[in-house]
């Protein structure tokens, strides 16, 4: 593979453009709006004006786009990929959306005879940036295979999960574990705050300890320092907690945790729509009140 198409440029999907790049790829990209590629057209990145244009001549496809409705709009909607695509093109959407939205582009995808993945990743922009994403995927193996090389160029945890819809799937378990984790650092510090610890000195004590995380380390600092900057939108975290606490009730499951963490991620929402341009730490905000 050598000339990739790229829709959707923001937080994650520009890093993870410009990896691509950095590995040698050549590289089309769509946005919706062309100065938020200007960087990436300036690096050497072809922009183009509609999808259409992004996905002619192209080896693989990749979308990285906010929402289901968006991931249905690129792939369903007018100038839709299917439509201007060449046969054969690899076609893998890393957002995070619906495991049966995923199972739907697929089974199009089979029928227009389009290898089409599902490889939602992980890791925040820090990996994005670094080239460090996790990449969970779905599809036929053989196709994830033929695109490992695409991915090795922006991540390095690179696992199949199954057929399609499985890197979806394992995208909201991914999820449900981090809600339960960082509501957990939220609340250990609002209740240090409150007995009047030094929340530094507390992150420090506890952080190698059994209390330790992933979401310690990226957000502990910046919750007690007051920044909210988004490595990735708590609009988009409830977004994906809102998919998997739906997933899991069409299983029959009922999962507290998660049910009372969106519930707290969709008041402070309400409270201020401000909070949802916020990173996932804002969640603190709802202990402050």
């Known amino acids: 593979m050598k000339t990739i198409g790229f829709i959707g440029v923001g937080i994650m999907g520009k890093p993870m453009a410009r990896n691509l790049m950095k590995r040698g790829f050549s590289l089309r990209v769509f946005a919706r709006m062309e100065a938020k590629a200007a960087d990436l057209v300036a690096e050497g990145a072809v922009f183009c004006p509609t999808i259409g244009q992004c996905v002619q001549g192209c080896d693989a496809v990749i979308t990285m786009v906010g929402f289901p409705k968006d991931v249905e709009e690129v792939y369903f909607g007018a100038g839709n990929i299917f439509d201007s695509a060449a046969s054969g093109t690899y076609l ?19 029928k227009r005879g389009f290898p089409v993945l599902d490889a939602p990743v992980t890791g925040g922009d820090t990996g994005a940036i670094n080239g460090t994403l996790s990449i969970l995927a779905g599809g036929d193996e053989d196709d994830f295979k033929s ?3 695409l991915f090795e160029a922006m991540g ?11 890197g979806q799937h394992a995208k909201m378990a991914n999820q449900i574990m981090i809600a339960g984790a960082l509501s957990g650092v939220c609340e250990a510090l609002a209740y240090a705050k409150a007995k009047g610890l030094d929340l530094d000195v507390f992150l420090r004590s506890v952080a190698t300890g059994a209390a330790g995380s992933a979401q310690l380390n990226a957000f502990g600092g910046k919750i007690v320092c007051g920044d909210y900057r988004p490595g990735f939108y708590i609009k988009h975290f409830i977004k994906d907690m809102t998919l998997a606490k739906s997933e899991a009730e069409g299983e029959g499951l009922h999962l507290d945790m998660l049910s009372q963490v969106l519930a707290n991620y969709e008041a402070l929402a309400a409270e201020d729509g401000a909070n949802g341009e916020l990173g996932t730490q804002g969640l603190i905000k709802y202990y402050q009140k």
């Open 92 to 110: 893998i959407d890393m957002t995070t959306t619906s495991p049966t939205l995923a199972e739907r582009i697929y089974v199009e995808g089979k």
């Open 147 to 149: 695109c490992r090389p």
């Open 156 to 166: 390095t945890n690179i696992n199949y999960q199954g057929k399609a819809g499985s």
